[in-house]
């Protein structure tokens, strides 16, 4: 996993990255997630399987504001999310 990872769990982008408008999808062990962000706030969605995010049934779907507080919720969301799902 990279160093640089605002995850200590998921390999994702600085803050910086998802403000700048960059959608963002990964997986591990079955859990996918797409961050897709817009102006002042990004949208997590997860789901399972092999599908890609407009093809699966999105299962949980959140949204957070995008500034320092709002993302630190937003990866603590997620790690919880897939902890719990394991």
Same mark, same amino acid.
């Given at each position: 996993? +990279?160093?640089? +990872?605002?995850?200590? @769990?998921?390999?994702?982008?600085? $803050? %910086? /990255? /998802?403000?700048?408008?960059? @959608?963002?999808?990964? +997986?591990?062990?079955?859990?996918? %997630?797409? @961050? @897709?962000? #817009?102006? =002042?706030?990004?949208?997590?969605?997860?789901?399972?399987?092999?599908?890609? +995010? =407009?093809?699966? =049934?999105?299962?949980? #779907?959140?949204?957070?504001? $995008?500034?320092? #507080?709002?993302?630190? =919720?937003?990866?603590?969301? $997620?790690?919880? #999310? /897939?902890?719990?799902?394991?």
């Amino acid at each position: 996993m +990279s160093t640089t +990872s605002a995850s200590e @769990i998921f390999d994702l982008r600085n $803050l %910086y /990255y /998802y403000q700048c408008g960059n @959608i963002f999808t990964g +997986s591990l062990n079955g859990f996918n %997630y797409k @961050i @897709i962000p #817009e102006k =002042e706030a990004a949208t997590v969605q997860i789901w399972h399987g092999n599908l890609c +995010s =407009e093809l699966a =049934e999105i299962e949980q #779907e959140k949204t957070f504001k $995008l500034d320092d #507080e709002g993302f630190r =919720e937003l990866v603590n969301w $997620l790690e919880n #999310e /897939y902890e719990k799902q394991k």
